[in-house]
């Protein structure tokens, strides 16, 4: 199946491409979740990462991020190991896991303002700005355990909108979304990939993004088997 | 039995206007007694034959000792109130009652270890119950503080801080049983015990008594006060308030 | 009941019978958390008041 | 509370109790930590204070004790934490048995696995710190009898603030000025028992201790569940 | 609003009214989240609430189950006051809220037993059968930190096997489920209800449960305004 | 490491400094309740051991080292307990700065706002527990030097067990020993004083310390975060 995906890019691009992990092979508890596992992520590309429960997604994005490191095989940033240039790849990524990272006792505002720092330096209004686009007009003051679980989602959202990263890796981000913010995502997800950048996004919905590829874990495995 | 007293009782806008009619007597009162209680003490107390001018720190550390105590009774019993029938204003006055109660009790250890050193000799006695359980009641004063500031959700923390405080008003008093039976125990009875002072005449006891009245109208006059903010506060969406705002 | 004042000079008023320290100390603590507890409520209060005709100028703009 | 002493009641309870056994024995640390911690702290006392066994003699049972109170108050911190988190607490209050015998369930298995450990290994301590020999019996005893109280009170605290971000420290400020009297009445046992008076009477005080804790400490704790839940 | 739920009622079978919800308000934090609103629950029926995040969903349920208690209005089970009868109650009740419920260091299996034993006696047989129905057969002995998100809410999934409760209350249980879980959850409601229980469940997603009512908060919300 | 010096790297540290600072104030015990454990456990030693001053005064040193000790340990729960549990962590170590300068800077906020509050109120207590009057200068500068330490070291373990369903005591059972040293410097120092030795050299032990801790332990504390969060 690697081949399947592989064919359908763009050689002649090949500057363009900005991750890529070849022959991944991750077993945890004795199960091999994927061995053999290729993907390549071009610039201008949304993945979609699919699969059943416990095929394998979170633990291929963490793997792929850096923050899970048992794993074989190579991944590689626009062509060179990505260990190599730790700095540029965290530089131009921004992941956003299970756990949303939104401090329950600060603000949206105050959440958003620590989360953009350790990427660039943004000014308050865009902030503000980002928080209205999410849908948290009036409560950017509030305290984030007040907020619904919804809600707390969509601070994580607002990240998207100020950060400078060129990779979104995002983990089940339409968990607790309702019908607009599913929209939102969607057409963020879009715009991203219309500007030049990549996502990369595990989630059980039906995605109406345009130009979506789709990784099918399950696949992998059963042509495996 | 008729429970509207009761209702009424529990009230915000009720005890808003009661004490918006008390207030200004319950202050003034406060001001007389205050005035004629430092004066007195300052000026008239003759000194004592042992205790030269010191008698006057007794003054001031007998009433705001003795007011001290009263805080953890009124919390527990607003706070059986707060639980049983979720009362608002019993929890507004506990809320407020908490941190005043530790100023009182810091008071009440600054002038008694002010006293202390000259009495006794030194600044503090771990074997003198009454030090010890004024010490935990502090403590603990500052524990339902904390736990208040801690909660976020009002309604959380008004339960919370009433069960809190409940246990700890039965922790006092045992603490002040348990140091006083250990230190029976543990060695002749305490020579700093306080209580038989050298028997004073009316010259001291009256302006005592004076400070006492004084002390328990501020006690009074304060809780009210914050009491009353915290009312306008919670009852921010109230018309009533809303119209007292606009005319403010 | 009231004796005559009890001291002569001021400086003696102040010594308070070589134990000034301990009694001005008292005197001196005891204004600051009268003073204090009387104070900080009133400041509330007027923050209080200020805010909420704040809030109440911002809703009738906003129901305009 | 009409269904008390009702066979599923006591099912309940049951389960409830192998639970969090089961859980405590696959942490492991659990079982060993409190212990380490009791062991660790009563040895920074020599380190710290004076290492002259006679002067060591003198304040080994205060140091027991007040070590014996804190590897209490630090193990406290699990007790209904990971419930609240993982959401196992809203099932135990929407249960129809009353939550008095579930938390009594989890105080008793809290105890087993932390407080006993630390009685258990008490006497060595004792010895490592030049505890007098004639004060092992009541030292040990008073532990015994004292340890759930020390664990039924702080059961209380946790409960009360266990939807707190930042734990730990307002635990123990809760929860240290309630374990003063059990405090003194330990120590003034082992103390007493060297100026030779009969143990018994001391006994009698922490028994009683015992039995009043265990009758309202979980109600006030179930109470404070509630409150924190909601 | 309130009518236009109630109107749809089969007032012949008022016995058959589990629960009923009577003028509730709830306000948090000086915002309304609903006032005046009317819910009736009828043996067999499956009740979706919908709301935009952030409208109340969770907040309507937890005052439901009695978890929350900072509501005005009257909340019966079968005609009379619920607090009044809370053993009853409760022993009819299965809540799943956002936090499932399921221990991190446990198996599945004593997860799902002690689960149980809050309810009644459920012999392990009937427990691993479950398990297996929702997808776990070969996890019974894993411990659950191990599991994947989705696998993980399988595991209070399974709860829904095994109690005896008339009445279940779900917090948006599908969020990390898979298609054949969803497809899983549906039937296992439907059944449900078949055989006369209720169900009171929020989702952002499209149920397909035959005779499914819906309750939406926002519009009960537009209607007050 | 090349952009250790960059601007930005400056920028990120200042943001997580005051970020930890905000949480801290919106928390407020954060603050207050390390400052109220020093003193309440301080207390539980005339209760437990005796209230005789002058027996008080030998051992008051080494309780107050104890219990600062105690006080750092219990407050280092929060340091990256939150972040780990919403994630926040995650994002710490994705980001492209060193994260020696994070770590540093919420250690920095840590001590801040739960060590210099134990070091401030330490002489008071130090009265109450009878210290000989010489004495207070040392202690006062020791803690002061010492906290910051006993923070950076706490740190690691910190690291090492945030991903532990139970905390408190596996922590306490890393650290504490770590911690040794620390408490023997400042006992030795406070002792020596009272003998009349001169601080300085003292101070100098404590100095070199606290500067080794400064530049070890927060590369210790975020290699240790990035095994816990893998
Ligand atoms: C920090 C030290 C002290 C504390 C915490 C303290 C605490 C208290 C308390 C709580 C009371 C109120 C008792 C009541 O109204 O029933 C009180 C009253 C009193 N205190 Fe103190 N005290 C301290 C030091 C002293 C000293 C040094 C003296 C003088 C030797 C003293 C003399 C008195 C007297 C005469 C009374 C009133 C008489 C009585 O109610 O027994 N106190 N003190
Ligand atoms: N503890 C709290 N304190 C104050 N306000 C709160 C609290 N919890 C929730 N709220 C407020 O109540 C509102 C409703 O929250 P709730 O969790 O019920 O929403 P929801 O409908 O479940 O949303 P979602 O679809 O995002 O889960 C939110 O606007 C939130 O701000
Ligand atoms: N810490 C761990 N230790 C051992 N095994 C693990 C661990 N975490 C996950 N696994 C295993 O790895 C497998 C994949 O987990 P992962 O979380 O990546 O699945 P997923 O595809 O994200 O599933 P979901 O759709 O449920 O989120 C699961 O079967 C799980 O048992
Ligand atoms: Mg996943
Ligand atoms: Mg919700």
Redesign the pocket.
Known sequence: MSEAITDKYDHKHNDRIMLTAAELFCERDDRVLFANLNLQLQEGQVLQIKGSNGSGKTTLLRILCGINDSYEGDILWYGNPRDKQAEQFLGSLLYIGHRVGVNKVLTPLENLRWSASLQRDVSDAELMTALSRVGLRGFEYSQCFSLSAGQQQRVSLARLLVTGARLWVLDEPFTTLDVSGVALLESMLADHANSGGAVLVTTHHTLSVPDLRILNLDANREERL | MNWTWFHKLGSPKWFYELTSKWLPWLIGAMVIFLAVGVVWALLYIPPDYQQSYTTRI?VI??AV??T??AFFPLMAVAGTITLVWRMKLADMVAKNAAPLGAWFSFI??AT??L??SV??GTW?EWSDA??VS?LFQFFLLVGVVALRSALEDNDTAARACALLSIVGCINVVIIKYSVEWWNVLHQPSSPLS??G?SANGPEFWVPTVVMIVAVYLFFAVSLILATRNEILQRERKAAWVQELVSKA | MIEAIQFASFSEFLDMGGYGFNVWSVYGLFTVFVAANLISPVMKRKRIVRDLKRRAVVNEQQSN | MSQAASPSTGHAFLATLKRDLVIAYKRKNDMLNPFMFFLIVATLFPIGITPDPERLGEISAGVLWISALLASLLAMDNLYRSDYEDGSLEQLLLCPYPLYYLVLAKNLAHWLVSGLPVVLVSPLIAYMLNLPQEAYLTLFLTLLMGTPVLSLLGSIGVALTVGLGSRGLILAVITLPMSVPVLIAGTLAVQQTLNGAPLLAYLAIMGAMLLTALTLAPLASAAALRISVN
């Open positions: 007794l550390h007998v000792a003795g001290s105590l009440t250890l008694g270890s006293w202390g009495m006794w503090w009454r030090l004024m306080m209580s002072e």
